[in-house]
């Protein structure tokens, strides 16, 4: 008997990645989901027996997903997958009714062991060259590839930061931004805020060089430093500190895990501040030649303290090809 199952996830890249993991010799019939509406139309319509569902994703994340699916008593078991591989949000999916957590990037003997651990399959093959052509169609594009690598990385970042604050970490869908430099501070999520800090160190490795810049709101900094528990009547330094280690817990993490997924290596100038309480523009910087940058902004918060801080990583325009050519290995 054919079982439908349901791939959910906002990357084209994600999905095609899922659905090639599947384990062979499954008499399955696969369909896609871009969002959590056509997910909870596909269950409606018995489309999803199993549903593998994202967690981060733009409109409604995964959490409200299986909100959705509990309150309406939808039929479908589910399978979350994400790169938010923090302990906090694994609790927080099977408390919602989960059957199970998968960490990104999927492998076939991952997901193979769950489905045979709950009994949904009993044998275990990989897929043969014919079941995996079925999704030669699901075409994917370089935003959606830098995207899903970026993911991995910020959610191994978010883990990081969650363990040592001993608090849950908020993480969103990564933005891509392709544009001219001097209109960086016109669309990132700090924008507008007035009083911002920021931390920037360079980045080179494999014909890809850039820069990441961590932008922490002022506000947020008192915070911070109560979270990682600084003595601020001993040190005056104390808020530099807080950014100084903020800044390498996020930006070597994040980069980290981008270098090992793309298999290449990274070396990194020493971290400078960029400066104290000022608006975006003039923390990036208001004189720089005029040039085209990918830029990449990862939007982190800790909603139960007030933090909130950004990271972008902006690369050189002619660091794309290489870029392109080392995510181009995932497909």
């Known amino acids: 008997m054919t079982t439908p199952i349901v791939i959910c996830d906002d990357s084209s890249f994600a999905r095609k990645q899922m659905a090639r993991s599947l384990p062979g010799g499954w008499d399955v019939e696969v369909s896609f989901a871009a969002h959590e509406k056509e997910a909870i139309d596909a269950i409606k319509a018995g489309k999803a027996d199993i549903l593998f569902l994202d967690l981060n994703m733009p409109i409604m994340d995964g959490y409200e997903v299986l909100e959705a699916i509990r309150a309406e008593d939808l039929p479908t078991m589910v399978l979350v997958v994400s790169g938010d591989i923090q302990p906090e949000a694994h609790k927080r999916v099977t408390s919602l009714g989960a059957l199970d957590f998968i960490k990104k990037p999927v492998t076939t003997e991952k997901i193979t062991e769950i489905l045979t651990n709950f009994g949904i399959i009993s044998q275990t093959q990989p897929q043969s060259e014919s079941e995996l052509a079925r999704f030669d169609d699901q075409q994917v594009g370089l935003t959606d590839l830098i995207q899903e690598v970026v993911n991995v990385s910020m959610g191994q970042a978010g883990s990081l930061l969650a363990g040592l604050l001993d608090t849950f970490i908020h993480l969103p869908v990564p933005k891509i931004h392709l544009v001219e430099y001097q209109k960086l501070s016109q669309i990132l999520a700090s924008r507008e805020n007035p009083s911002l800090s920021g931390v920037s160190q360079g980045f080179n490795g494999s014909g890809i060089s850039g820069e ?27 808020d530099l500190e807080v950014l100084m280690d903020l800044s390498g817990i996020l930006i070597g993490a994040c980069l980290k895990g981008i270098a090992e997924q793309l298999d290449l290596e990274f070396s990194y100038s020493h971290p400078m501040i960029l400066g104290r309480k000022q608006m975006l523009a003039p923390l990036l910087g208001d004189n720089v030649p005029q040039q085209q940058v990918l830029a990449i902004e990862i939007d982190y918060s800790i909603p139960a303290y007030n933090v909130e801080c950004d990271l972008i990583l902006i690369l050189t325009a002619d660091s794309i090809p290489a870029l392109s050519e080392r995510a181009g290995y995932l497909k």
Not at 222 to 236: A, E, F
């Open 212 to 238: 990441a810049v961590l932008v922490v709101s002022d506000d947020s900094v008192p915070n911070m430093s109560k979270l990682l528990q600084y003595d601020t009547s001993l040190n005056g330094n104390s």
